[in-house]
C-alpha cells in the first residue's frame, strides 16, 4: 500500500473548537454535506424496494440505467446513450478514487488531475500506483505516458465552469495519446453564471463516446449523500472494463438504493426546488463575503464560493472562526489556494442568515 498524505481535514479541527465558542453556536461552511431532507419520492421507492433478501447486481438494475439515460438526455445534452454504458457506484467518490486502478493503471502511467482540485484525484492515482501530476493544460506534459485525465466542472473548490471548446481539446488530445477522459460531474445541474457542459454532449465529444467517462452522483442534487448513489456513463467498452473488475470486487448499490435512485433520477421537480433553495443561500452568503471585504473569484457554478481576502488562506480561516465561521482552506485543494477560502452553501436557511449577519457586522 503506498504511503497516503495525513487526512487534511484533521488540520481544521482546531478552528472549528474556536468557531464553536460563538455565543450562537459554529455555522459550519466547511463540508458539502447536505443538510435539507431526503425528497419524499425518493424516500418512497426505497421503502417500496425494502424487501431485498437477494444480491444486487454490479451491473444495476435495468429501471435504473434506464432512468439515468433518460436523466443524461433531458438534463445533460446527452441523447440516445445504450443503458449498456452505464453502471451505478457506491456513491461518486469511491469511483473517483478507484477508478486507476479500475483502469489498471500503475507504475509509469500519469493521471492527470486540475491544479485546484478534490484531493481524491491524487489519492485514486497514489492507490493505484501512478504518477499525480496537477496540470490546468495539458499541451504542457510533454511526453509522458498519460493514462486518466481528470476534469471537473463545475469545479470543486473553485466553482469554475468549463467551456465546451475547451473541453473538446482536452478529448482531442487524449484521443491522440489513448488517454481516458473522466469528467467528474457531480455538481452538473448546479450552474449560476455559466452553463455547465457535460463530456458526454456531443459538442464536446464530437458524437463519440471513445475514451470518455462522466462520473455523476445523486448526494447534492437529490440530498441522497447518505445513501452512497452514483453512478458512471460513457464509453461502452471502457464502462465494461470497470464493470468487469468491480463485479470481482463485490463493488454493489444496494437494491432499495437503486430503486432510490431511478425514482430521484426520473423526477425533476425536487431538483429544481433544491436549485431555488441553493440560488437563495448563495445570494445572501456572497452579498454577506464581499461587504466584509472580501473577494469572490471564479464561483460559477457548483456548492461553494471561491473567496479571498489577499492573505495567507489559515489567516482567513481564523478571521472567519473568530466570528463563529469555519470555511475550508483553500490549501486543502492545491498549492494554487493559499489565499483562497471555500465557503460551502450546504448549511440551513438559518446558519446562512447567521454567518450573513455575522460578516455585515464585523
Known amino acids: 500500500m503506498p504511503r497516503l498524505p495525513d487526512f487534511p481535514w484533521d488540520s481544521l479541527v482546531p478552528f472549528g473548537n474556536r468557531a464553536g465558542q460563538h455565543p450562537d453556536g459554529v455555522v459550519d461552511l466547511s463540508v458539502g454535506t447536505p443538510v435539507d431532507p431526503t425528497p419524499d419520492v425518493v424516500r418512497r421507492a426505497l421503502a417500496a424496494a425494502s424487501d431485498a433478501p437477494g444480491y444486487p447486481t454490479t451491473l444495476g438494475t435495468a429501471a435504473l440505467r434506464e432512468a439515468a439515460v433518460r436523466w443524461l438526455g433531458r438534463r445533460a445534452g446527452a441523447p440516445g446513450l445504450d443503458p449498456g454504458a452505464v453502471i451505478p457506484t457506491v456513491g461518486s467518490k469511491e469511483l473517483v478514487a478507484w477508478l486507476p486502478t479500475l483502469l489498471g493503471l500503475g507504475a509509469g502511467d500519469v493521471v492527470v488531475l486540475p491544479e485546484l482540485a478534490y484531493p481524491t484525484y491524487d489519492i485514486g492515482a497514489r492507490l493505484a500506483g501512478a504518477d499525480p501530476v496537477a496540470s490546468d493544460s495539458v499541451t504542457a506534459l510533454g511526453p509522458r505516458r498519460v493514462g486518466l485525465i481528470w476534469v471537473n466542472s463545475p469545479a470543486n473548490p473553485h466553482g469554475k465552469v468549463l467551456p465546451a471548446a475547451h473541453l473538446a481539446k482536452v478529448v482531442e488530445w487524449a484521443r491522440e495519446r489513448g488517454a481516458v477522459v473522466a469528467s467528474d460531474e457531480c455538481y452538473l445541474e448546479l450552474g449560476w453564471d455559466a452553463a455547465p457542459v457535460s463530456v458526454l454532449d456531443p459538442a464536446v465529444n464530437g458524437g463519440s463516446l471513445d475514451g470518455v467517462l462522466a462520473v455523476h452522483s445523486l448526494s447534492k442534487r437529490s440530498n441522497l449523500a447518505g445513501y452512497r448513489a452514483g453512478f458512471v ?31 430521484a433520477l426520473d423526477d425533476d421537480t425536487h431538483v429544481d426546488e433544491q436549485r431555488a433553495r441553493y440560488r437563495r443561500r448563495r445570494e445572501v452568503l456572497r452579498a454577506a463575503l464581499v461587504e466584509a471585504g472580501l473577494r469572490i473569484e471564479h464561483s460559477q457554478g457548483g456548492l461553494y464560493l471561491w473567496a479571498t481576502r489577499d492573505e495567507p488562506c489559515w489567516d482567513t480561516v481564523g478571521w472567519l472562526a473568530d466570528r463563529g465561521i469555519l470555511v475550508a482552506p483553500g490549501a486543502f485543494y492545491g498549492a494554487a489556494g493559499g489565499s483562497h477560502v471555500r465557503v460551502a452553501l450546504t448549511a440551513s436557511d438559518e446558519r446562512i442568515d447567521a454567518a450573513a449577519k455575522r460578516l455585515t457586522a464585523a
Do not use: Y
Not at 472494463?241 to 431511478?262: D, F, N, S
Open 233 to 263: 456513463a460513457g464509453d461502452p467498452a471502457l464502462v465494461s472494463r470497470v464493470l468487469e473488475v468491480r463485479k470481482h470486487a463485490g463493488l454493489m448499490v444496494p437494491t432499495p438504493v437503486q430503486a432510490a435512485m431511478t425514482a
